[in-house]
């Protein structure tokens, strides 16, 4: 399943918001997790079943959606959030499929 | 804490062999399906290849299938990745990372991943 993510770069300033997109080649129902990479480390779990965080995520990251369509939203940026963000389906598999990321960078 | 500690990555030509290892603790290992994943230089991330908890069940990317081997020691809760016939789009960081368990039922959502171990394939 191919995994689309847009935009590829977000520039967005400190205490707005940012809403991520991801779309499945085909419906993936509610088995898409989020992951926020930052420069020099590994990819951390953010989001599961589409909506869920994950354990000592902040709430001010929410996911919606399901299906083919999801989106990532994170709510008043802090500076620690500017990093790249990959959608992952885990619904068909193998193989698992990331999406390309989007890099959400300062403005 | 669960902690993944790849080892095992470096400089090899290209036809050349080389063994990863992903040293895991906090977890009951042998409970856990495990992946590989891997990231080119300035890329995005790529799935490489999956076992199940007991090891009777292996997956692979085309990408790599017949040229990589996934397998574990759960008493040693070690994870490995041999790869032969390595080739330069071969090169990247190679993160090793769990799976769930949901309701006792193995899903590839990747929980926890180690930090990496970098594989240079180059002449």
């Known amino acids: 399943i191919v995994m689309t993510q847009s935009p590829a770069t977000l520039s967005v300033s400190p205490g707005e918001r940012a809403t991520l997109s991801c779309r499945a080649g085909q419906s993936v129902g509610s088995n898409l997790a989020w992951y926020q990479q930052k420069p020099g480390q590994a990819p951390r779990l953010l989001i599961s079943?589409?909506?869920t965080r994950a354990t000592g995520i902040p709430v001010r990251f929410s996911g919606s959606g399901s299906g083919t369509e999801f989106t990532l939203t994170i709510s008043g940026l802090q500076s620690e959030d500017f990093a790249v963000y990959y959608c992952q389906q885990y619904d068909n598999w193998p193989p698992l499929t990331f999406g390309g990321g989007t890099k959400v960078e300062i403005k | 804490e669960v902690q993944l500690l790849e080892s095992g990555g470096g400089l090899v030509q290209p036809g050349g062999s080389l063994r990863l290892s992903c040293a895991a603790s906090?977890?009951?290992?042998?409970?856990?399906?495990m992946s590989w994943v891997r990231q080119a230089p300035g890329k995005g991330l790529e799935w490489v290849s999956a076992?199940?908890?007991?090891?009777?069940?292996?997956y692979y990317a085309d990408s790599v299938k017949g040229r990589f081997t996934v397998s574990r020691d759960n008493p040693k809760n070690t994870l490995y990745l041999q790869m032969n016939s390595l080739r330069a789009d071969d090169t990247a960081v190679y993160y090793c990372a769990n799976w769930a368990l949901l309701r006792g039922v193995p899903t590839p959502r990747l929980d926890f991943w180690g930090q990496g171990t970098l594989v240079t394939v180059s002449s």
């Open positions: 076992i199940s908890g007991s090891g009777g069940s292996t």
């Open positions: 079943g589409a909506s």
């Open positions: 906090g977890i009951t290992f042998s409970n856990y399906a």
